[in-house]
């Protein structure tokens, strides 16, 4: 395998973080539980991951992939956990056998290796001179794409720092073709596309201090970037139109630094361990910084980081023309900035709703982020009739009608709220 020795740098300061085929003597590397099997431990290194993290770079992304064009189908067992009962169902998925590049740390030399992997189909297959196995979350998610969570058993003491993960997609294209006649005639053919997407996947080996708390700080900088931009360019609050809504009292900005926290985490994760669930996204966070979730999208078409969906996020281009947000759905849900613009602003246009329904007191309400967060996950509408229901009724939970998932947004939110009150 392609093989890079680098020598060890001290770094006075860490680096700051910007934003099928078979091979010979190889082996199908078995895949155990993470519950089952805890992570190796490594000694401490003598520097920065961070010192490491974009270093052999070139490397990485000069490696070659091959991809293949014929399906392999596999599946995977989903855990799905409420808080009050356990299903699991069966994920089904299919693509072509495909290699991976994966950028390798020597948590005890510094040196940096480039290692290219196979899945075929659920299976791994590593090359001759590492023994790699794919790590199962407690959500019983396996294979993840880029952010994969994979482990090196041997030799000891490396671990995957990144990796190019080639992604496939299909398009039709029309080309022009000779009919049996000889002449040209243009037919529609389905055509394979494969973007290489460079990422740090999530670890237990990349769980450190430093990285939660850089993941933190980045949250915390866009949130705070994206709420001065609102002010410099004048953008008034819909709720409260003499004042400027990224100056508004009523929606502080820890209201938005929890708002990746709550799309990016998985509720059964989070109702094992909510704390290691919700440091795993500040991780990737600082990791991937303005990468991190920009290319994630859920069934319902809701895309980056907050999770916008295009009808929502039009809607408010449309009803803040001063916020300048970007046009172009995609490129804005990926953008960090412009989404969290998107999400300020998006609070803003639902406090309004729930002002008028239920009168300026609401301003004052000590839920009145839950009713947000309530709003934001599904509809306002819904966490507005839930609130009704609950006032007229005398029920001391006013969630008690709110959708499942929705339910499950406040579990999490009321987690990280007490986060700032211990």
């Not at 000694?43 to 399906?71: N, Q, R």
């Not at 189908?73 to 089904?92: A, C, F, H, L, M």
């Not at 306002?380 to 007229?392: D, H, M, N, R, Y």
């Amino acid at each position: 395998m392609r093989h890079l020795k680098i020598f060890l740098i001290i770094a006075i300061a860490a680096t700051s973080l910007m934003v099928a085929f078979s091979y010979p003597h190889t082996q199908v590397v078995e895949v155990a539980s993470s519950q089952e099997q805890p992570s190796i431990p490594h000694p401490a290194p003598a520097f920065s991951v961070l010192d490491k993290l974009h270093e052999g770079d070139d490397l990485l992304i000069a490696t070659p992939l091959k991809v293949g064009t014929k399906d392999i189908p596999y599946k995977e067992v989903r855990i799905n956990r409420d808080g009050s009962k356990t299903t699991t169902t069966n994920q089904k998925f299919a693509e072509p056998e495909k290699e991976i590049a994966l950028k390798l740390l020597n948590l005890e030399t510094g040196d940096i290796d480039i290692a290219v992997i196979t899945k075929r189909g659920a299976d791994l297959i590593s090359p001759s001179n590492y023994k790699i196995e794919v790590m199962e979350r407690s959500s019983g998610i396996r294979w993840n794409k880029w952010n994969t969570h994979f482990r090196v058993i041997e030799p000891s003491n490396w671990i995957v720092l990144k990796n190019k993960y080639p992604e496939i997609s299909y398009e039709n294209v029309k080309k022009q073709v000779k009919n049996k006649a000889g002449k040209l005639q243009t037919v529609t053919v389905r055509q394979q596309v494969v973007e290489e997407i460079i990422y740090s996947p999530y670890s237990d080996d990349l769980h450190l201090p430093e990285l939660v708390d850089g993941g933190k700080e980045y949250i915390d900088s866009v949130v705070a970037s994206a709420q001065a931009e609102l002010i410099r360019f004048g953008v008034k609050s819909r709720t409260l139109p003499d004042q400027l809504v990224g100056a508004l009292e009523v929606l502080p900005a820890r209201f938005f630094k929890r708002i990746p926290l709550l799309e990016q985490s998985d509720l059964g994760e989070f109702v094992l361990d909510p704390q290691k669930t919700a440091d795993r996204v500040r991780v990737i966070i600082k990791l991937n910084a303005e990468r991190a979730y920009s290319l994630t999208c859920s069934k319902a078409n809701a895309c980056g980081w907050v999770q916008f969906t295009p009808k929502t996020y039009q809607a408010i281009r449309k009803a803040y023309p001063l916020a300048k947000l970007d046009s172009d759905f995609e490129r804005g849900a990926a953008n960090h900035l412009n989404s969290m613009k998107a999400a300020i602003l998006l609070y803003d246009y639902n406090l309004q709703g729930f002002v008028s329904r239920h009168g300026k007191s609401i301003l004052y309400d000590p839920r009145l982020e839950e009713y947000l967060a309530a709003g934001y996950n599904g509809r306002p509408t819904t966490a507005s009739a839930s609130l009704k229901a609950a006032i007229s009724k005398g029920l001391g939970d006013w969630t008690q009608k709110l959708k499942l998932e929705t339910k499950g947004f406040m579990t999490k939110l009321r987690y990280l709220q007490g986060e700032d009150a211990s």
